[in-house]
């Protein structure tokens, strides 16, 4: 008996010590609409970043084994650029990076943007959904320049990929408190701007743009900055957060972000594992 209960001490011991570094979640929303189990490996970079590689990389492993026995198809993994190193170690276990974002968070004042005519700016109504769709469709489904783990055909078909975009779009733009507004002329819809809230940070409200899309001929005119703006202003108070992701290969975004001085948050890697 006092072997039983120290092999069960000592088993505890490594569990605890495993979950130190990771856990695992089901993602459920992701499951139910790719017809597929998704998982969320979830971590601490901190704790990363002062452990060893080989506690770490074994801990990885045992969560890798923990998916396969619950069934999962895919693990998804997020890790902090910072962590390059680490990151080969963990490439050599089975993950494939399948993409890249950059977070931009920066403090909004509303009282210092500035003065534009908005004339040609408004809230999204039920008529403007058909072209929204489409430019949603134009500049991220269809648009070869545009690259996202989503669209990745190793893991998701095209069909799957393009009922994502219209989901996302269409569940954003009528989720209470987003903030949905089109930039038109003519009755022409040129672009569009969905931003949402996420939470809060030291009592300050965080929002974030979920979607955003110019046409082609109407980009570098100054319209998704006059739809930033406006949209922003709708947003109660007078200060807030708003947070801004992109992709690391997408440079004309990122340029366009730091034109329009936004403060760099962090970078991250996305990995996917499947089984």
């Not at 962590?83 to 963990?90: Q, T, V």
């Not at 009592?203 to 899309?213: D, H």
């Given at each position: 008996?006092k072997?039983?209960?120290?092999?069960?001490?000592?088993?505890?011991?490594?569990?605890?010590?495993?979950?130190?570094f990771?856990?695992?979640?089901?993602?459920?929303?992701?499951?139910?609409?790719?017809?597929?189990?998704?998982g969320?490996?979830?971590?601490?970079?901190a704790?990363l970043?002062?452990?060893?590689?080989d506690?770490?990389?074994?801990?990885l492993?045992?969560?890798?084994?923990?998916?396969?026995k619950?069934?999962y198809?895919?693990?998804?993994l997020?890790?902090?650029?910072?962590?390059?190193?680490?990151?080969l170690?963990?490439?050599?276990t089975g993950?494939?990076?399948?993409?890249?974002q950059?977070?931009?968070r920066?403090e909004i004042?509303?009282?210092?943007?500035?003065?534009?005519?908005?004339?040609t700016?408004?809230?999204?109504?039920?008529?403007?959904l058909?072209?929204?769709?489409k430019?949603?469709?134009?500049?991220?489904?269809?648009?070869?320049?545009?690259?996202?783990?989503?669209?990745?055909?190793?893991?998701f078909?095209?069909?799957q990929?393009?009922?994502?975009?219209e989901?996302?779009?269409?569940?954003?733009?009528?989720?209470?408190?987003s903030?949905?507004?089109?930039?038109?002329a003519?009755?022409?819809?040129?672009?569009?701007?969905?931003?949402?809230?996420?939470g809060?940070?030291?009592?300050?409200?965080l929002?974030?743009?979920?979607?955003?899309a110019?046409?082609?001929?109407?980009?570098?005119?100054?319209?998704?900055s006059?739809l930033?703006?406006?949209?922003?202003?709708q947003?109660?108070?007078n200060?807030?957060?708003?947070e801004?992701?992109?992709?690391?290969?997408?440079?004309?975004?990122l340029?366009n972000?730091?034109?329009?001085?936004?403060s760099?948050?962090?970078?991250?890697?996305i990995?996917?594992?499947?089984?």
């Amino acid at each position: 008996m006092k072997r039983l209960n120290k092999k069960v001490s000592k088993d505890h011991h490594k569990y605890k010590k495993i979950k130190r570094f990771f856990s695992l979640t089901s993602s459920e929303w992701e499951s139910s609409f790719f017809k597929k189990k998704m998982g969320l490996i979830h971590t601490d970079d901190a704790i990363l970043k002062a452990s060893k590689v080989d506690q770490v990389i074994q801990a990885l492993k045992n969560t890798i084994h923990q998916g396969e026995k619950e069934k999962y198809n895919i693990l998804q993994l997020i890790i902090d650029s910072s962590l390059y190193e680490l990151m080969l170690y963990i490439l050599e276990t089975g993950f494939f990076l399948v993409d890249t974002q950059i977070i931009f968070r920066t403090e909004i004042v509303k009282s210092l943007l500035p003065v534009e005519s908005y004339l040609t700016c408004r809230a999204v109504n039920d008529n403007d959904l058909p072209e929204i769709i489409k430019l949603t469709h134009d500049s991220f489904t269809n648009n070869p320049d545009f690259y996202s783990r989503y669209k990745n055909l190793k893991y998701f078909t095209h069909s799957q990929t393009k009922n994502y975009y219209e989901v996302r779009a269409k569940n954003y733009i009528y989720l209470k408190n987003s903030i949905s507004t089109v930039c038109e002329a003519f009755n022409n819809l040129l672009g569009f701007t969905i931003i949402s809230p996420i939470g809060s940070i030291n009592n300050m409200q965080l929002y974030k743009v979920i979607l955003s899309a110019v046409k082609a001929n109407y980009k570098g005119k100054g319209i998704y900055s006059k739809l930033s703006n406006y949209s922003l202003n709708q947003i109660p108070g007078n200060t807030f957060l708003l947070e801004n992701t992109t992709q690391l290969n997408n440079i004309p975004m990122l340029k366009n972000y730091l034109k329009l001085n936004k403060s760099l948050h962090k970078i991250e890697y996305i990995c996917y594992y499947q089984f």
